[in-house]
């Protein structure tokens, strides 16, 4: 069984910058797509970035492509989320999941993910 665990956010100003990690441990040989996702609260969990298993191909929503980044060192089973000039509307819980997958895949839908982390909190205010 794999297990996620999301470090890294907190609380910034509009304009700065945060990297998420997400830690893997378990059954980490298998091959995962790592996703990225986010929940503000009232709205639906969205996705933000994910990447494949050998982090080859990388997916980027739209509306942080240009700003957030995602990468992975799987020496350290870690994933990270690099995010730039945030702004207020990112505030949000931000989630990382796995998705058991081949090199190549991505997305960026919920369901498609079958393991999840507990979650750090990213505030962006002024």
């Known amino acids: 069984q794999l297990q996620l665990v999301e470090s890294g956010g907190g609380l910034v100003q509009p304009g700065e910058s945060l990297r998420l990690s997400c830690a893997a441990s378990?059954?980490?040989?298998?091959?995962?797509?790592i996703g990225w996702f986010r929940q503000a609260p009232g709205k639906e969990r969205e996705g933000v970035a994910c990447?494949?298993?050998?982090?080859?191909?990388?997916y980027i929503a739209e509306d942080v492509k240009g700003r957030f980044t995602i990468s992975r060192d799987n020496a350290k089973n870690t994933v990270y989320l690099q995010m730039n000039s945030l702004k207020p509307e990112d505030t949000a819980v931000y989630y990382c999941?796995?998705?058991?997958?081949?090199?190549?895949?991505?997305?960026?839908?919920?369901?498609?993910?079958?393991?999840w982390g507990q979650g750090t909190q990213v505030t962006v205010s002024s």
């Open positions: 378990g059954r980490t040989k298998d091959y995962y797509a």
């Open positions: 990447i494949s298993s050998g982090g080859g191909r990388t």
């Open positions: 999941a796995a998705a058991l997958a081949g090199e190549g895949w991505t997305a960026l839908v919920p369901h498609e993910f079958d393991t």
